[in-house]
């Protein structure tokens, strides 16, 4: 297969209704994007797996879903308000706007951004005269630091700035500001983990590549709530958590890898991600961080509530420490649309593109088919709708049965059920698998528990 760009991804996805352009009817609005019947699914899918790994089979954790508006007095205790930001240049000669830490990262790979200062940063574009990317020339203003939170106002009057709140930046602080609550109405014993999944805002002044860094995102966080001293083995432990997951649904390692931060935000102890190769490069997919006890403390200084936990087994009081796992539920959703195109040259020269997502995360579990549909439509379309009881089913009736088994495989439907005269006169169905192409036949009573068996996750 040719290597696999980001234009032909977004070309895809259009096609068969897994992401659209945001508001496109009225020409579109820059870096938004809107999930159609099949990617809505797939997304879907991918927080169901996260769910079940991360709350259902992870002991003693549990899921909440905070408010995207909080008090603003939450903002100032995490430091967003004060430090949350880009460092911005503008180019002089057409007035285009960069974030220098990505300038330097799309131009080498001697530097990492991370560890420079502001200063450092532009000293070292203006050396190496980067050139702006949209008009040629080298000649940027000094950094300056962009908020990257959104502001809204509660209230009937705009001016009024007691009433300003914003759209949160992350999740995470719900589950900080709800640990209390959490621990006492679950009687929850240290360690113990909240996570959720929700929507997060940021004012990204440069996002770009598709669905890889939007404005509006959906994160799935689970922050685990542990003693002094355990906080370094959990951390090793979800860097590992994280990878094994990816690896369950379908990853290819190849293009997974650790990256540990080099330069940690003040509040870290340690920091991790795990990087994709996307078409565009390597970029980062997860975070593991641990946070010490930093967010807890915050907390109770700024809202004057004491975040202490009494240890039972020692009687001991303190603030945990927290390990945080994070990740972008849109940014993995592109990881597996990239991870799973194929492009298959057949015996006959052919080509068939194939999404070949595990079945637990394919949008249709199962498309229903009639052989010939004058006669075999009806039964078809019973067969369907009793299915559709038990997982997502498509029904398609046109054209020839090769085309329709095309189709399929170009949404990553991982088995197709054809009916035909055997199925009317015997009640024996062809069920065709995606990956192989290969047919076996199966009694009807037998489809249901055979499709359930194999999209267990």
């Known amino acids: ?106 131009n080498t790979d001697e530097i990492n951004p991370d560890t420079l200062t502001d200063q450092e940063m532009i000293d070292y574009i203006r050396e190496h005269h980067y050139k702006c990317p949209k008009c040629g020339k080298s000649d940027f203003t000094d950094i300056r630091q962009f908020n990257l939170m959104f502001e809204t106002h509660r209230g009937v009057i705009k001016d009024d700035m007691g009433g300003l709140v914003y759209l949160r930046p992350e999740t995470a602080q719900g589950e900080f500001v709800n640990f209390l609550n959490v621990q ?17 805002f940021r004012n990204e002044i440069t996002p770009g590549n598709f669905t890889f860094r939007t404005i509006e995102f959906e994160q799935m966080e689970h922050q685990l709530f542990c003693k002094e001293g355990t906080d370094s083995g959990n951390y090793r432990f979800y860097k590992e958590y994280a990878f094994e997951f990816l690896k369950d649904l379908g990853m290819n390692t190849d293009k997974l890898r650790y990256k540990d931060h080099e330069k940690l935000a003040h509040y870290a102890k340690e920091a991790c991600d795990i990087e ?19 967010d807890l403390s915050r907390h109770q200084e700024y809202s004057g509530v004491s975040q202490m936990y009494l240890d039972p087994e020692d009687n001991s009081k303190y603030v945990p420490y927290v390990v945080e ?79 329709r088994y095309r189709r399929q495989d170009a949404v990553g439907t991982p088995f197709c059920i054809t009916i035909d005269d055997e199925t009317i006169n015997h009640g024996m169905v062809t069920v065709r698998d995606r990956d192989t192409m290969e047919q076996i036949i199966l009694p009807l009573e037998e489809v249901e528990q055979y499709i359930l068996d194999k999209i267990k996750f």
């Open 276 to 294: 994709y190769l996307f078409p565009m490069g390597w970029g980062e997919l997860w975070g593991t961080h641990n946070r010490t006890n930093y």
């Open 184 to 200: 006492r109405t679950m009687r929850a014993k240290i360690p113990f983990g909240i996570g959720q999944i929700g929507k997060a």
């Open 1 to 106: 297969m040719e290597k696999l760009t980001m234009d032909k991804i977004v070309a895809y996805c259009k096609q068969y209704g897994f992401v659209y352009q945001g508001s496109e009817i009225y020409g579109g609005l820059a870096n938004t994007w809107d999930y159609g019947p099949l990617g809505s699914r797939l997304k879907n899918n991918i927080k169901d797996a996260w769910r079940k790994r991360f709350i259902q089979e992870n002991k003693n954790s549990y899921e909440i879903d905070a408010d995207i508006l909080m008090h603003p007095r939450v903002w100032e205790a995490s430091g967003h308000t004060t430090s949350f930001s880009d460092p911005l240049i503008d180019c002089k000669g057409c007035k285009s706007r960069y974030r220098a830490d990505k300038l330097i990262e799309d």
């Open 325 to 403: 796992s994070s990740v972008g539920c849109d940014r993995l959703t592109l990881a597996i649309l990239c991870d799973s195109y194929d492009e298959e040259v057949l015996e006959d020269g052919s080509t068939r593109e194939v999404m070949r997502f595990i079945p637990a995360l394919a949008p249709y579990k199962v498309a229903v088919l009639p052989l010939v549909k004058k006669y075999h439509a009806e039964f078809a379309s019973e067969l369907k709708e009793k299915l559709s009881k038990y997982f997502m089913c498509s029904y398609d009736e046109t054209g020839s049965i090769g085309k």
